[in-house]
Every structure is written in C-alpha cells, then in structure tokens.
C-alpha cells in the first residue's frame, strides 16, 4: 500500500499571502503527525499570469516558514503532453465538445437563473451542426473543451447517483454526495491552452498518489467536478479536507485587493514565522 501523501500546489500568479501559509501549514502538520509524505507543486498552466519571480518567492516563503518538502517539485507546465492524454481519454469517451463561444457569448448564453447562479453554463443553447463546426475549424476559430455533464450521466449510468467523497473539513463534513451540476459543462481545455486546472489537478493528485487534500473551502465546489473526473478517468478519490479560510477582525476572507499583506511583506516588517503560524492559528 502507498504512504499516505498530501500536498500544497499554489499557482504563481502572485506573492503568497496567510491564506497560503494556512493550507501549507495545515498539510505539512497533518503529515507530520499521520507519517505522512508532503509534496509542493507548483500550477503554473497559465503561463501568462504565472512569473519566475513569484514561483521563486514561493520556495523562499515556505522555507521561512520553516518547511520542507520531497523533490523533484512536479511543475505543471512541463507535462502539457501528459493532460493532453488524459483529455483524449475523455474524448474517446463521447464526453467533451467544442465550445467556440466568447467569454461574452457563454454569458449571454447562461440563464440568469432565479436563485442566483450566474456563472454556470450548462451546455450550448443550441448545438452546432457538423457543418458549421467544420466550417468554424476551417475559419481556425479557437475552442474550448467542454465536458458535457449529461453525457457523463448518460456513461455513467447508476454510478452518476454514487458519484461521493469522505470530507474532513469543519465545514460539511462526512460522505458528501457530489453535485457536479453546481459547476456545470466546465472548460477541461481552454482555448489558450490544452489543459484547465480540473483537469491538470485530478491528473496529478493521482500521478502523485494523493491520498488527502488538504486545501481552503474556496475550492470546495472544485471538488465535485475532480470527483466526477476522477470516476470517468478510473482514478481513485482521496479523502477531502477544506479548511476555513482566513479571516480578518470581521469574519471577512483576506483578499490581495483589501490590501491584505503578502508574506514577503510581513516578513519585511519584521513579523516571524512563528507569528505568522498563530496569525493562522496554528
Ligand atoms: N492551484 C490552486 C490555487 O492556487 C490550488 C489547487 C488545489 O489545491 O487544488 O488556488
């Protein structure tokens, strides 16, 4: 039987802030305390907003913070092919189409339903014929890949109904029936690149043998797609746990554009790794 093994994967897009160092801390604690294995990965599948210096930043925060982690670090960009099979697997499978429609088209295309879920798409008003999708591959339109959730449902038949995960967090918590229509037909390759974090995280998280995921509540509704793609790919579920996220004075969660510090900032002004753990409350 495998170690068990958890992770902490940031995206470089920016500094790492408390909202980081409490998912890393919590992860490497846990792994600590269960003998567990900690792995670092960075998700840097958007190379236009993810930059060298905050990748370095990253590896200079956690290890002021006192952690460490197994190498080689996986980074996403460099296994592109590896998304792209996992991507034709779904293909083979009738369960992805070509969605050809703008940022604004999707918004125009989504109801605005009633209860006040926005930004779900759940699939094309109208599907495009083969001709007209020829025609718009011969004009070199880009696309997205879409999964289509009803042909998911139509594969999976009664499993769709068992369709679960075991979740730890102190929110929900216990076995939690996956909902994947909260997300809708989700992009699993934009048009920009051949790959889309859903798809790229559940890639990985069983590449690495992830057997729990420790990461903040914001990604909680990530995870009855991951569940979904996991069963369609005939990857295993990890167990699940989301942690609350960080909040200021308020209740409020700490965003970049509340002004909330980043780490490198807090270490400049003189606060200490050990201050930082209990500004997480750890
Ligand atoms: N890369 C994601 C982020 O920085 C986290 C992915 C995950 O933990 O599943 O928000």
């Known amino acids: 039987m495998n170690k068990n093994c958890t992770r902490f994967a940031p995206s470089p897009t ?5 909202g980081h160092a409490a998912s890393a801390l919590i992860a490497v604690n846990w792994a600590q305390d269960n ?5 670092l990965r960075i998700e840097d599948i958007d190379q236009t907003r993810c930059r060298p210096e905050f990748e370095a930043a990253i590896y200079e925060d956690l290890h002021w913070l006192g952690l460490n982690w197994q190498q080689p670090v996986r980074r996403q960009s460099e296994h592109l092919v590896a998304y792209q099979g ?37 699939g094309p008003n109208k599907h495009l014929s083969a001709s007209q999708e020829t025609e718009l591959l011969e004009q070199e339109k880009p696309f997205a890949w879409r999964l289509s959730l009803s042909k ?45 974090y859903h798809l790229a995280v559940t890639h990985d998280d069983a ?22 793609l996991q069963v369609l790919l005939g990857l295993p579920t990890p167990i699940y746990h989301h942690h609350p996220l960080i909040t200021d004075k308020e209740g409020r969660r700490l965003a970049k554009r509340d002004g909330s510090k980043s780490l490198q900032e807090l270490r400049k002004s003189g606060i200490s790794a050990a201050q930082v753990r209990g500004m997480v409350g750890l």
């Open 86 to 122: 996992a991507l034709s697997e779904l293909q083979k499978q009738g369960l992805l189409y070509r969605c050809f429609l703008t940022r604004r088209e999707v918004m125009a295309e989504i109801n605005h339903a009633p209860h006040g879920i926005v930004d779900v798409y759940t």
């Open 14 to 18: 920016g500094y790492l802030h408390l």
């Open 35 to 39: 003998s567990a294995d900690f792995v």
């Open 152 to 196: 998911a449902k139509e594969v999976l038949g009664d499993l769709w109904h068992d369709l679960e995960w075991l979740e730890t967090g102190s929110g929900q918590s216990g076995l939690i029936k996956a909902k994947p229509e909260i997300l809708g037909d989700v992009i699993l390759a934009r048009k920009d690149i051949s790959t889309s």
């Open 207 to 228: 590449l690495q043998n992830i057997s729990h995921i420790i990461r903040g509540q914001d990604l909680f509704d990530s995870t009855h797609i991951h569940v979904l």
